[in-house]
């Protein structure tokens, strides 16, 4: 577990040092996670909050058992952006710890979270352009940041996720432009029973040809080619290459959107298969006070294969923020999983999961402010030994600095 993890942080800085993985909602775009129209100095947070969690199993066993436990967490964190016209950058950091009072089955009553980003550009000259963007996070679910559709529906314990994507642009006219890209992603768990058949890694390279037929629409063609590897479990490799096409569109100065449609084909040592693939995202900030945000791919799926020879399925999910008052802000997120697992000889399985999630955000004083949430997901699966609902209730606070 050590090495997997030493082996993924260090791939990761190799490459230069935040929906294109199919594994799920993590960076469909390139640069999905950089934002650089704002510049942001240096801030520190301190975050305190807790509340009440509960999840129930449809049927208990002694691998899956329900968790019901009030839990109390404390956090610090950092933050900074640089708009600098040449070479733009931003990072952020949080960790937390948390305690769940009655325990969590299986894995005691401590855990802890750490997540960060780190985005890079740099522009050489009004055509050639590189950027990096860096995500990790050691977590624990819940309480991290990271709903990207790396990790099982199941709570599985503390585990690691670390995303990085190279790309280099370059526009040969003023309509034609190519973009060269290299992504590594990759996961691991601490508690045995489940690295073994879980921990994974992916190499994903692609090269993208756009034309743009207006200031405001772009033709896009790519190819790419993924390998993933699993650490214990070769048999369960697979490899992918994608036939795509699509569109880059902004609707307006706040509203954009990308399309990609086409074919993938999934090959393994059990699966030999062609089947569609696509991937969108949608944002649009309304004005300064609201923002939303969907994103949606549909492909093969790397996690929870102990059982089966592949999973394909849809990952899709909302999000939108809105300032009531300069104090007072609400939030609320909806996403929803389609899977079907391939049992090979054996029995193959359906599933279907969504988690609904909002809250309130209040600005007590300049660099105080209070937040409540709420969410509730469940997972309907023809193997009953997997489906559960869930509650969790949460209070908190931020001090900036």
């Known amino acids: 577990m050590k090495a997997a993890i030493k082996y993924i942080c260090y791939m990761a800085m190799m490459t230069f040092g935040h929906l294109a993985s199919a594994q799920g909602l993590v960076a469909v775009q390139n ?3 950089a934002d650089f129209k704002t510049e942001q100095p240096l801030a520190f947070t301190v975050t305190a909050g807790g509340g009440y969690d509960t999840l129930n199993y449809k049927a208990d066993t002694l691998i899956v058992q329900d968790i019901a436990s009030w839990y109390a967490q404390l956090g610090v964190g950092a933050s900074y952006t640089d708009v600098d016209p040449t070479t733009p950058w931003s990072f952020s950091l949080q960790t937390s710890a948390i305690n769940y009072v009655d325990g969590v089955p299986r894995f005691g009553n ?34 991290n940041s990271s709903s990207f559709g790396a990790t099982t529906a199941l709570w599985n314990g503390q585990y690691f996720y670390g995303y990085n994507n190279f790309n280099v642009s370059y526009a040969w006219t003023p309509r034609f432009s190519t973009t060269t890209s290299y992504t590594l992603d990759g996961i691991g768990y601490e508690d045995e029973a489940i690295a073994t058949p879980e ?21 896009v063609a790519e190819y790419r080619y993924r390998m993933t590897t699993f650490y214990n479990t070769p048999t369960k490799n697979f490899n992918s290459h994608f036939a795509l096409g699509g569109v880059d569109y902004a609707w307006s100065e706040r509203a954009s959107s990308s399309v990609r449609v086409g074919a ?56 939108v923020n809105h300032y009531i008052t300069k104090r007072l802000s609400v939030n609320g997120g909806a996403s929803y999983f389609y899977s079907q697992f391939d049992g090979g000889g054996g029995t193959d399985v359906t599933e279907h999961s969504a988690l609904i999630s909002a809250g309130l955000g209040y600005q007590m004083f300049e660099n105080l402010s209070l937040n409540a949430g ?25 001090a900036s600095f």
Do not use: C
């Open 199 to 219: 921990n994974r890694y992916s190499h994903l390279f692609s090269q993208q040809f756009s034309y743009a037929i207006s200031k405001t629409m772009n033709l």
């Open 264 to 319: 993938e084909f999934y090959e393994s040592d059990t699966v030999s298969n062609v089947a569609p693939y696509a991937e969108t995202t949608f944002n649009y900030s309304v004005d300064q006070k609201t923002s939303v945000r969907w994103a949606a791919a549909l492909g093969y799926n790397g996690a929870e294969l102990a059982a089966f020879n592949s999973r394909y399925g849809l990952n899709t999910g909302l999000q």
């Open 110 to 143: 401590n855990f802890y979270n750490a997540s960060g980003a780190f985005n890079l550009e740099h522009r050489f000259s009004e055509r050639l352009k590189i950027s990096n963007n860096l995500l990790f996070t050691y977590g624990v679910d819940p309480g």
């Open 31 to 33: 640069n999905a996670f």
């Open 374 to 398: 709420y969410s509730y997901s469940l997972l309907q699966s023809t193997d009953v030994l997997r489906e559960f609902d869930r509650h969790r209730v949460s209070l908190g606070a931020t």
